[in-house]
């Protein structure tokens, strides 16, 4: 109990800093949580926007270090700039609005316990020892594996299926983000309501790639092809079965209503 007091209390403390000097915010512990690589095309343009307004060159696959949303001291505040890359984007980036590098990123996911750094495009004395927990959206990634990926690494191509989300939130270094703490200085989401000048960058939705596209028609067209063996199915069941017809007819209303939406969003798609 004592010693586990005593580390509480000697936590080292994390200084995330700008290049240029102008911003910083101090974490109340340095030590990172979770390690996770990115291959979203968010974080490959807005690396791109920064490098455009004189910030680090964009890293192909960035990596993402987790800590506890608990920021004891900002410097420089009037030089932060707050960006989304648009309105309904999930994730709230710091940046300095002189040398743009990247301070923190906030994101919903984070139940307001997490704080996101990049260490390829900000300047900060944390511990990084922490073992890669997963690579992430790797469907928007386009270049080739390379010899140094860590093979044993979860890879989530999107977060598409339920099943995917959960897998993700099940990862070991994922699942303590949820526990509730009592910050000692100011969680990152309060911060950013504080500082109250979110800027948007108007970002488009995702260019997908070509294939990216091919494969969910692909998905698409299969989950049609079912529906529509269902209906037939549900038909044969209807013919034969008095006890079963009520049943079978509200799953067949469920299932045209589903054809119907996908015909609405893709167009009339032949199930042959
Ligand atoms: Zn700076
Ligand atoms: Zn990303």
């Known amino acids: ?29 340095h030590e990172a949580k979770c390690y996770i690589r990115c291959g979203c095309s968010d974080c490959r343009r807005f690396a791109e926007y ?10 192909p696959l960035p990596r993402l270090f987790y800590f506890k949303s608990d920021i ?9 700039k707050v960006l989304k890359v648009r309105a309904n984007g ?3 980036r710091l940046c300095c609005n002189r040398c743009y590098s990247v301070l ?3 994101h919903p996911a984070h139940w307001g316990n997490v704080l996101m750094i990049m260490p390829d495009y900000c300047r900060h004395n944390c511990d990084l020892t922490r ?34 989300r959960m897998q993700y939130d099940l990862l070991p270094d994922r699942i303590p983000w949820r526990d509730s703490f009592r910050p000692k200085g100011m969680r990152l ?36 092809r079912s529906v529509n063996n269902q209906m037939i199915l549900m038909r044969e069941i209807v013919d034969k079965s008095e006890l079963k017809k009520s049943k079978a007819q509200s799953e067949m209303i469920s299932l045209s209503e589903k054809l119907l939406y996908y015909e609405q969003k893709f167009g009339i798609i032949k199930s042959s």
Request: with cysteine; glycine share 6%; proline share 4%.
């Open 72 to 80: 004891l001291t900002i410097k420089g505040k009037e030089s932060i």
């Open 189 to 224: 989401n309060d911060l950013i309501k504080n500082l109250k000048k979110v800027e948007v960058l108007g970002f488009s939705e995702d260019r997908k790639s070509i294939s990216d596209l091919e494969e969910q028609i692909e998905n698409l067209n299969r989950e049609i």
């Open 104 to 106: 923190a990123v906030d």
């Open 1 to 29: 109990m004592t010693q586990k007091r005593l580390g509480e209390n000697s936590k080292m403390r994390g200084k995330i800093q700008c290049f240029c000097g102008a911003c910083s915010i101090t974490l109340a512990d």
């Open 131 to 164: 073992p890669l927990s997963a690579y992430i959206h790797m469907s928007e990634f386009d270049a080739e594996e390379d010899a140094e990926w860590e093979p044993y690494a979860p890879l989530f191509e999107s977060f598409r299926f339920r099943r995917q």
């Open 90 to 92: 999930a994730s709230t």
């Open 50 to 59: 920064t490098h455009s307004k004189g910030g680090l060159p964009p890293v």
